[in-house]
Structure formats: C-alpha cells, structure tokens
C-alpha cells in the first residue's frame, strides 16, 4: 500500500513536470518557426522570386497581429506588390497559424530616432528590399521605421518566448 501511494506521488510529480516541460519545448520551436519565416522572407526579398506570374521585383516581408480574443493566431508572409512597405492584403505568400492556445501577446518597437519602445502596437510590418539585407520595420504605411522589434509569444500555461528582429536585419529568439 504505501510503495503504491509513493509510486502514485512519483509519477504525478514526473506528469507534471514533463506537461510543462513539453509546451515549453512547443513554445520554443514556434518561436523558432517564427523566426525561420522572417528569415524566409529576408531571402526571398533578397534573391529574385517571382511573385504572381513574371513580377520580379517585389520586396518580400512578414505582418504580425497580436492575438484578440478566442481568434487563432495568424501571421503573414506577403510580397510587397503595391511597394509600400506595408501588408495590403492580398498579396500573401504563406499564412501560419499558431494552435493549441499558442499566441502572439504583445508587439513592442523601438523608434529609431528616439530610442523609445513602445507595446502593444496592432501590428507591425517587416520588409526586406533587393539587394539589402536589412529589414524596413514599420508600423503602419507612412509612419517612420522602426530599428527594433519584439514579438511576444505565450503558451497557453502563460511561458513567454520573444523574436527579435533589428533593422539591421538580425533574428534572434529569446
């Protein structure tokens, strides 16, 4: 009787741990993803890819909307067909949804001439322009660039990863 209760404890405690110990992983590797599509689109606005039938020259980027309510989270890899710097609609390449409760949180930029971060932004735009590597990130079309951004994502058990992308047109996730 008491090896079986010891044996119970155990194993509820190893369940548990290994529950958190999974979405954390899941978390990480969306982040990952995340990060790998931005870089997607880096290389596509870099190199020469065919956008819709013989356009070739499209700049290539990602649109990001933080999570409202029950709603899935969605982002964009679009080509820029207007040439605006900004997602129009319409011009999308790929969207990826994030499941299982995983969302975008919190979208934080910082201002390039004051050094000032601001969050919670409705969205954010990063592009990438021929030959250039770096990213034109702005909030919305006409506004000033951006030279940072985080992307805040949260597990449904409320862990936290963040992708990094610098105007310079560095990834990174933390």
Do not use: K, W
Request: with cysteine; glycine share 10%; net charge neutral.
């Amino acid at each position: 009787m008491v090896v079986s209760a010891i044996f119970m404890v155990l194993s509820s405690v190893v369940l548990s741990a290994n529950t958190r110990f999974g979405n954390r992983v899941i978390l990480q590797n969306l982040a990952h993803e995340m990060a790998l599509t931005v870089r997607e689109a880096q290389v596509y606005g870099i190199a020469v890819r065919r956008f819709a039938g013989s356009n070739f020259d499209v700049g290539y980027g990602m649109y990001f909307v933080p999570s409202s309510g029950e709603t899935q989270t969605v982002y964009q890899l679009f080509g820029d067909v207007v040439a605006n710097g900004v997602y129009d609609g319409g011009e999308t390449v790929r969207t990826i949804t994030l499941a299982g409760g995983y969302r975008i949180v919190d979208i934080c930029a910082r201002n390039a001439s004051s050094s000032i971060e601001t969050c919670g932004l409705p969205g954010i735009h990063i592009m990438f322009y021929r030959p250039e590597p770096d990213a034109l990130i702005r909030r919305a079309a006409g506004i000033p660039t951006d030279d940072r951004v985080r992307i805040v994502l949260e597990s449904p058990r409320g862990a936290r990863a963040e992708v990094h992308v610098e105007a310079s047109g560095q990834i990174a996730v933390q």
